[in-house]
């Protein structure tokens, strides 16, 4: 069975940082890109950052220069750092696990950024 489960998430102040961690399970997930979305309310769930097998990875450019992702494959997880957060970057925040053939899901975290 194929979980993905994030953590790190909670209510912060403009300006404060967060780390988002999605633990995998049940793939191989060296083989797998990552990516990290969000969702806020009454918007569409809009890509944040990914990160391919190999560690080449983008951002959004609403997030560029505050977030950064990256991996570590011997510990199946996939992090989101998350720096002078705004309060527009307030949503549920997802993580994906993805190859040619499937793509899984987590259940999402809770990031608010309010004062």
């Known amino acids: 069975q194929v979980q993905l489960v994030e953590s790190g998430g909670g209510l912060v102040q403009p300006g404060g940082s967060l780390t988002l961690s999605c633990v995998a399970s049940?793939?191989?997930?060296?083989?797998?890109?990552m990516g990290w979305y969000r969702q806020a309310p009454g918007k569409q769930r809009e890509v944040v950052a990914d990160i391919t097998t190999i560690g080449t990875n983008n951002v959004a450019d609403s997030v560029k220069g505050r977030f950064t992702i990256s991996r570590d494959n011997a510990k199946n997880t996939v992090y989101l750092q998350m720096n002078n957060l705004k309060p527009e970057d307030t949503a549920v925040y997802y993580c994906?696990?993805?190859?040619?053939?499937?793509?899984?899901w987590g259940q999402g975290t809770q990031v608010t950024v309010s004062s």
């Open positions: 049940g793939i191989r997930f060296s083989i797998y890109a």
């Open positions: 994906k696990a993805y190859s040619a053939l499937y793509a899984y």
